[in-house]
């Protein structure tokens, strides 16, 4: 554990686009749904479900896109199809498990996912990092999926220090905005395929360009940049 007096004190990761080239894999299980089931598909649908909870995305495939399945079925009909293709070829990026290792020598971490809890399992457990995590949190065991802050706020919380004294590591527009407004440092790893929209990169404190940056000092760094602009907003707000 960290000494109290340390500046941060633990940091958390996403899953999806940060640990596991896995939006790809997303993207095409829920096309492929979809079609199979007479809905609807359009270019737009993967970057509208970025970020949401499972319940969230489940409701906008059977709303929005017309699968006529309960949102219920839809979610554990594609997580299961997610997991067979982990199960054959995990697309871990590079640099992931050295990262994770990495940051776990300094702070506890914690992960705060948009995936299905047996999704985040699953992942860790063939990536053998499970024991590594002291804390994982789907969106789907919150009241809001990302862009709100609830799963970081809970992350937080399980993990005992304040948003202040922690880091979040995310790649989507979604993940950032979510990591900002917790309260959290902001580290951006963005996702070339998916890349965040201009205003959501602004919320970093820092951006680097792959998992081989993300040092211990990195983290710092965001969290150092996120208490100054905390101390500053009350003296921009009485101007």
Same mark, same amino acid.
Do not use: C
């Given at each position: 554990?960290?000494?109290?007096?340390?500046?941060?004190?633990?940091?958390? /990761?996403?899953?999806?686009?940060?640990?596991?080239?896995?939006?790809?894999?997303?993207?095409?299980?829920?096309?492929?749904?979809?079609?199979?089931?007479?809905?609807?598909?359009? !270019?737009?649908?993967?970057?509208? *479900?970025?970020? *949401? =909870? =499972?319940?969230?995305? +489940?409701?906008?495939?059977?709303?929005?896109? &017309?699968?006529?399945?309960?949102?219920?079925?839809?979610?554990?009909?594609? $997580?299961?199809?997610?997991?067979?293709?982990?199960?054959?070829?995990?697309?871990?990026?590079?640099?992931?498990?050295?990262?994770?290792?990495?940051?776990?020598?300094?702070?506890?971490?914690?992960?705060? +996912?948009? +995936?299905?809890?047996?999704?985040?399992?699953?992942?860790?457990?063939?990536?053998?990092?499970?024991?590594? /995590?002291?804390?994982?949190? +789907?969106?789907? !065991?919150?009241?809001?999926?990302?862009?709100?802050?609830?799963?970081?706020?809970? $992350?937080?919380?399980?993990? &005992?220090?304040?948003?202040?004294?922690?880091?979040?590591?995310?790649?989507?527009?979604?993940?950032?905005?979510?990591?900002? $407004?917790? &309260?959290?440092?902001?580290?951006?790893?963005?996702?070339?395929? /998916?890349?965040?929209?201009?205003?959501?990169?602004?919320?970093?404190?820092?951006?680097?360009?792959?998992?081989?940056?993300?040092?211990?000092? =990195?983290?710092?760094? =965001?969290?150092? @940049?996120?208490?100054?602009?905390?101390?500053? @907003?009350?003296?921009?707000?009485?101007?």
């Amino acid at each position: 554990m960290t000494a109290s007096g340390e500046l941060v004190q633990a940091a958390i /990761f996403d899953l999806d686009g940060v640990l596991v080239d896995s939006e790809q894999v997303w993207d095409r299980v829920r096309e492929q749904l979809a079609r199979e089931r007479g809905g609807r598909w359009h !270019e737009h649908a993967q970057r509208d *479900m970025m970020g *949401m =909870s =499972s319940i969230e995305w +489940s409701r906008y495939m059977n709303d929005e896109l &017309g699968v006529p399945l309960p949102p219920e079925e839809i979610s554990g009909e594609v $997580a299961k199809r997610v997991g067979e293709v982990y199960r054959r070829d995990l697309p871990l990026l590079p640099g992931a498990i050295d990262a994770v290792r990495r940051l776990a020598e300094r702070w506890p971490l914690g992960l705060a +996912s948009s +995936s299905n809890r047996p999704i985040i399992d699953l992942v860790l457990d063939l990536a053998g990092l499970a024991r590594i /995590f002291e804390v994982t949190i +789907s969106s789907e !065991e919150v009241d809001r999926g990302k862009p709100a802050p609830d799963v970081y706020v809970e $992350a937080v919380a399980r993990l &005992g220090v304040e948003p202040v004294r922690a880091a979040a590591i995310e790649d989507s527009t979604n993940g950032l905005l979510a990591a900002r $407004a917790a &309260g959290l440092g902001v580290v951006a790893i963005p996702n070339p395929s /998916f890349p965040p929209a201009p205003d959501a990169l602004e919320a970093a404190d820092v951006v680097l360009e792959s998992l081989d940056e993300l040092t211990p000092a =990195s983290i710092e760094a =965001s969290v150092s @940049a996120r208490a100054g602009r905390a101390r500053e @907003a009350p003296r921009g707000q009485g101007r």
